[in-house]
T-cell receptor, first 112, second 116 residues
């Protein structure tokens, strides 16, 4: 029950478009859901995170939408830019634990 | 901005040899982690470390693995007898508090371990 499923595996978006990446989880005990951005040759970097007491969190062009009943959350990148081209990972953790369970990653390519 | 630093960036080792991966976490952080990422796959948790002891470990972290904080700044991952399947990118991370407190984990750029 630790699995976090992520889709799509890869995504190509035109510059200025909206990129949407989806994740679903099984463990209802999860209570912290971060998104990480990873550029080639670099470690994952925290982008934005949400807790299940809110349904949406926005930071600049990045928004997390959270649906607790469906056990799903998604990342929306508005006005996508070529510099956003990277691999994005969703993750989750449960109370009392410090480890993150990562999704399988989405390789986003934003074409000019 | 403070960052987690890892050395070496690439380590090539013969199967069966011991390897030590080194990390310098962010100085005021209290929680330390090791993750690994096999090429093209997801990031997997190995172990978390707090107050000089392992707080949590995954099934991957078997008796061949150990962690240590030998001084006030370094955090190491040792693989005692490497196997081919240990080839992966190993990431160190640190956080001020645990994930359940909503504190972000800051990752280093990783050590690519290649077992021959």
């Amino acid at each position: 029950q630790q699995q976090v499923k992520q889709s799509p595996q890869s995504l190509i978006v035109q510059k200025g478009g909206i990129s949407i990446i989806n994740c679903a989880y099984e463990n209802t005990a999860f209570d912290y859901f971060p998104w990480y951005q990873q550029f080639p040759g670099k470690g994952p970097a925290l982008l934005i995170a949400i807790r299940p007491d809110v349904s949406e969190k926005k930071e600049g062009r990045f928004t997390i939408s959270f649906n607790k009943s469906a056990k799903q959350f998604s990342l929306h990148i508005m006005d996508s830019q070529p510099g956003d081209s990277a691999t994005y990972f969703c993750a989750a953790s449960r109370p009392g634990a410090n480890n993150l369970f990562f999704g399988t990653g989405t390789r986003l390519t934003v074409i000019p | 901005e403070p960052e987690v630093t890892q050395t070496p960036s690439h380590q090539v080792t013969q199967m069966g040899q011991e390897v030590i991966l080194r990390c310098v976490p962010i100085s005021n952080h209290l929680y330390f982690y090791w993750y690994r990422q096999i090429l093209g796959q997801k990031v997997e948790f190995l172990v978390s470390f707090y107050n000089n002891e392992i707080s949590e470990k995954s099934e991957i972290f078997d008796d061949q693995f150990s962690v240590e904080r030998p001084d006030g700044s370094n955090f190491t991952l040792k693989i005692r007898s490497t196997k081919l399947e240990d080839s992966a990118m190993y990431f160190c991370a640190s956080s001020e508090q645990g994930a359940q407190m909503g504190q972000p984990q800051h990752f280093g750029d990783g050590t690519r371990l290649s077992i021959l």
